[in-house]
């Protein structure tokens, strides 16, 4: 196991690469110009022109590309064109809020999706089936923006149970924490978890027909032990995919969301990155994005394991 | 249903719930000395002379002080200078600064720091070139005492000095100043009035100025950036938020104090707020505008440009920009800022009564187009450029032209107009914008009207006339001179076109009627603003 992991973690090298060139090539082609937007709009075109000297953005495109890689290859994400910060230090600045979301949300989704998807199966057909499919078509198809602006209203306008934007870090407090986090959570949790509980209820129904599940039933087994305990559990291989799959559902999510509730995360750095074409930021995010979801597949490959004994590598 | 009616709907009906509400827990937690302030955009750097943004000027009025300020009479005061003396001929200028003046890192402010700023200020600052142009030399005469000697009279020295343009002759320690002004500096030390926290700095998120206790403000009644800056409050936080409805449901809970420009859509819901005071922030207000390219066909024709002009209705533009609330907006015929001193609309007949599309036809038909296809960039980001970008493209498919409408965003329009090359390679036709009304008061610091050639704004408008009655604004001695010079620029830039403008309009302000001595300017001013618990 621990040389597949190796050998996966190595594997990830090419893929790192690939996603390298294509991010800048991407960017390099892509219309807009940074020395434009820091020259500001009454600027002449000779100002522009030394700002874009000063960044080196007028270097041949392999001259620019083998400077990044090199740095890249140092353990140096660059320094942000505008704010003339280090990538990594602003990345870490807004890392804390988005991994909080995205775990507060993750557990979210684990917690009400699962048995959500468990209990639509077991009742398949029924009028609670059809409720939580219902609930699940309505939260897959109501955009994040929407219901982020109705929670707002209802649990911070209306009720002033929770705060409508910003960002506490736990350093300060778990509740302080989590008040900022909650209706951001259930926000970007919608979608993920109408997801989650669909792939549950699917896989959950073709396990719920197998020889096995009647036998146990026939051996006099509880209803809960033969859902949670022998279902489950042969039903956690796509539901396991689709979590992790559900990954990069979450970083796209969070762009949006983050604007929504103010929250200062990676989501907004991403976006305001993309809007200013300051491209040393753009290409440290993709490659963090692209990293993580890559040790989030190969995380996902080691729980098939645990939950499948038969799967070894 | 779009996603601006969903939120004006919920922030509606937000601020109706909250009508008559106590504030939620985080609000009674916070600080009555802490001013939490939500600004017009994102202060992504923190250099005045390098980045020209409104918002980094806006921040850096905190931190950094100027040698002279501007005040609500446009009129130059002194700052940091205690006198100046100005030889007879005009081309000699002695400056004194104001004993005990401290930067942020305790070290006095000398004549040697102020050589440096200004040297940096005047290589990127369009008033600071003209003076350079004419410059023998700049030089520190003792610790308190600088001189400027030119080669010829320059009568604007002090309006350059304290104008509230970008980018404005802040004063850093002359270790800073000295950094090569296309470059960020890495140190953020002024001897304003409020130090700059830049451990707390995340750009993009939030920014916080905290008073400096050794700050001397001068005497006289604060009024724009003259006179006594004095901070009510010890911290002020910038809580920067892409949303407005978001922004909007934090002012009505008590999450923020102050939010420096609501979109029209929201102000009918703050206003309904009983915990909230509405205000025009900005007298001066903004140009709504529209630049033809001049080098090709068909705007390189004078009266291509004129036909454009003879039909554009300027309420069109405005209403798309500010809704029907009628306080914000006036029809503007020509390119000054209404209501200033030295205002004047001579020659801008064209662009007022009802528009006369039947000789907009024939004048562009005598200018020879064709049909060919004319590349209108519009910039989806930015609501006033959309807003603009939908009725122009209306208005020339209605002369009969044939449009292409170039949907992007700021970033792309921002590189694309820089292009000299034809509409059909990559090159463009028109692009929209809007210009400060304080940088439109006179020619000074309003590159837009500037019509040099090559060396002009995007459209490259070329009019003799326009740049000969600009230097005659110059050489202006007193106001009625200048007020009979910005007549003449007006008509002459007019005649040649050298842009549409669409319209002069306001926005508006908000803030929590817990928090007082907000005035109106063409920038945020803190000084006198205090807050309740």
Partial sequence: MLSYILRRIVATLPVMAIVALFVFSLLYIAPGDPAVVIAGDQASPEDVERIRQSLGLDRPFLVQFGSWVWRILHGDLGTSIFTNLPVSAMIGQRLGPTLSLMIVTLLLTIVVAVPLGVVAAWKAGSLIDRVIMGFAVFGFSLPVFVVGYMLAYIFALELEWLPVQGYTPLSSGFWPWLENLILPAIALGCVYIALVARITRAAMLEVLQQDYIRTAKAKGLGQGGILFIHALKNAAVPIVTVIGIGIALLIGGAVVTESVFAIPGLGRLTIDAILRRDYPVIQGIVLLFSFVYVLVNLMIDVIYTLVDPRIRY | ?533
């Avoid at chain 2, 304290?162 to 850093?172: E, R, T, V």
């Avoid at chain 2, 020879?368 to 807003?387: E, F, N, R």
């Avoid at chain 2, 929209?432 to 500037?450: F, K, L, M, Q, V």
């Avoid at chain 2, 076109?497 to 926005?507: D, E, I, K, N, R």
């Fill in chain 2, 1 to 533: 249903m779009d996603r601006r009616t969903v939120l004006k709907g919920l922030a509606g009906a937000g601020g109706l719930a909250l009508t008559g509400l106590s504030a939620p827990a985080i609000a009674q937690g916070a600080s009555a000395r802490t001013l939490r302030f939500v600004p017009q955009a994102n202060l992504a750097n923190f250099d005045p002379i390098w980045g020209t943004q409104y918002v980094v000027r806006n921040a850096a009025a905190l931190v950094w002080d100027t040698l002279y300020g501007i005040d609500a009479q446009l009129q130059p005061q002194r700052q940091m200078v205690e006198s100046e003396e100005t030889s007879d001929d005009g081309k000699t200028w002695t400056f004194k600064l104001r004993p005990g003046l401290k930067f942020h890192d305790g070290e006095p402010v000398l004549a040697k720091d102020v050589v440096a700023s200004l040297s940096r200020w005047a290589a990127r600052d369009p008033m600071g070139l003209m003076i350079i142009a004419i410059q023998q030399e700049l030089t520190a005469v003792d610790d308190r005492t600088f001189k400027w000697v030119l080669k010829q009279p320059f009568p604007k020295m002090l309006y350059a000095l304290a104008k509230n343009n970008a980018p404005c002759s802040f004063i850093m320690p002359e270790r800073i100043a000295k950094t090569d002004p296309f470059k960020q500096i890495t140190e953020y030390v002024g001897s304003g009035p409020m130090k700059f926290a830049k451990g707390e700095w995340v750009p993009g998120a939030k920014a916080v100025f905290e008073k400096f206790a050794d700050y001397v403000p001068r005497q006289e009644k604060a009024s724009w950036l003259a006179g006594g800056k004095q901070i009510m409050v010890d911290r002020v936080e910038w809580i920067v938020m892409p949303d407005p409805a978001t922004a909007a449901a934090a002012l009505q809970n008590g999450e923020v104090d102050w939010w420096e420009n609501p979109i029209a859509d929201l102000v009918s819901v703050l206003k309904k707020n009983k915990n909230i005071s509405v205000d025009i922030g900005d007298p001066l207000g903004n140009i709504g505008s529209f630049r033809m390219n001049h080098l090709f066909a068909p705007f390189n024709d004078v009266r291509a440009r004129r036909a454009v002009l003879m039909a554009l209705s300027q309420e069109d533009y405005m209403r798309a920009i500010v809704g029907d609330d009628t306080a914000l907006w006036k029809p503007l015929p020509g390119f000054f800022t209404p209501d200033t001193p030295v205002y004047n609309e001579l020659g801008g007949e064209i662009l007022k009564g009802k528009r006369d599309f039947d000789a907009a036809k024939k004048l562009l038909a005598e200018s020879g187009y064709s049909g060919q296809p004319v590349t209108c960039l519009v910039a989806q980001d930015q609501p006033i450029t959309k807003a603009q970008g939908d009725v122009t493209a209306d208005l020339l498919k209605r002369l009969g032209m044939n449009v292409d409408f170039v949907a992007t965003d700021w970033g792309t329009v921002g590189s694309r107009r820089a292009q000299k090359t034809p509409p059909g390679q990559g090159g463009w036709n028109m692009f929209h914008s809007w210009h400060a009304g304080a940088d439109c008061i006179t020619p000074a610091a309003y590159t837009a009207i500037r019509a040099n050639g090559d060396k002009a704004w995007f459209g490259w408008p070329n009019s003799p006339n326009t740049e000969k009655e600009i230097t005659g604004w110059f050489e202006a001695k007193s106001i009625d001179e200048e007020k009979a010079a910005i007549g003449r620029v007006n008509k002459a830039a007019i005649e040649d076109v050298v842009y549409a403008p669409t319209g002069f309009f306001l926005t508006y302000t908000a803030w929590r009627k817990n928090v007082s001595g907000i005035t109106k300017g063409p920038l945020p001013f803190f000084w006198g603003v205090s807050k309740s618990a």
